[in-house]
Nanobody, 116 residues
């Protein structure tokens, strides 16, 4: 079992920045890939960004160039730096981790709201 706890969400104006964090505990030895997903009201959950244990990254087209995913393997923590936020980035952001994405290990989510 992998336990994930997100933090760092909030309300921000368009053009602003937020940094999300996700702390992993439990069977962290099984984690190879980590990623951020988001779900807006009435929409399906979508992958925002992912990172492998080796540091390779992948971004959704909608956030490439604005968001940066990173991880600290010594702290078992995942980050998402979000810059130039837009109202369409408003969603609940979830952390996911495991041998490959997506897994059944999800955090509780953190709300990000971007006002125009």
């Amino acid at each position: 079992q992998v336990h994930l706890v997100e933090s760092g969400g909030g309300l921000v104006q368009a053009g602003g920045s937020l940094r999300l964090s996700c702390a992993a505990s439990g069977s962290v030895f099984s984690i190879k890939a980590m990623g951020w997903y988001r779900q807006a009201p009435g929409k399906q959950r979508e992958l925002v960004a992912a990172i492998t244990s080796g540091g390779s990254t992948n971004y959704a087209d909608a956030v490439r160039g604005r968001f940066t995913i990173s991880r600290d393997n010594t702290k078992n923590t995942l980050y998402l730096q979000m810059n130039s936020l837009k109202p369409e980035d408003t969603a609940v952001y979830y952390c996911n981790a495991g041998p490959a994405l997506p897994t059944n290990y999800w955090g509780q989510g953190t709300q990000v709201t971007v006002s125009s």
